[in-house]
Structure formats: C-alpha cells, structure tokens
C-alpha cells in the first residue's frame, strides 16, 4: 500500500504498508528508504504509516530496502515504485 486512486476525504490520510523479510530495521542498522515524490525519508521500524498533506493529481512512492551506508540491498522485492492518484 498505497496503491490505485483516491477520492475525495480518502485523499486526506494514505496508508503507506510494507512487508519485510529476513531482516530488521533499526536507525543503526537496515532500513527502507521512502522517496515521496521528492522527498526522502527513512523508515527504521516496521510498522504502517499515514501519509498527509499530498497534492491532489499524481503521487509516486518508492520505497527501498537500504544498508546502514544506505546502499540498496540487493533482491528482487527490495526496491518497489507505484504512482498513485488523488482525485476531490
């Protein structure tokens, strides 16, 4: 999550959820690297998140699981982008 379109007060609160295996996260340790639209945020527990505060139209959220260098962690569900909508 998130995923598809949102409309209306359903714009207001995002769900952001992700699901990590074989690994935890700390501040010192793995984490996941979120890059909404341009800004970036990292993510040292897992746990869901409220996004507020997007701009109506087209949003992209990419999250990547990253190393305490905050290199990306090589796997092929480690880095994911989906775009998503919010419409009035």
Known sequence: RPKGEYIGADTEKILLDFFVLNTTLSPRGNKVKAT???EEFYLTE???????????????IK??????????????FNEVT????LNK
């Open 46 to 60: 897992w746990s869901p998140y409220t996004l507020t505060g997007l701009p109506i139209g087209k949003n992209t």
């Open 36 to 38: 909404i639209n341009t």
């Open 82 to 85: 989906r775009t998503i909508t």
């Open 63 to 76: 999250l990547e699981l990253v190393d305490s260098t905050g290199k990306l962690i090589k796997g092929p």
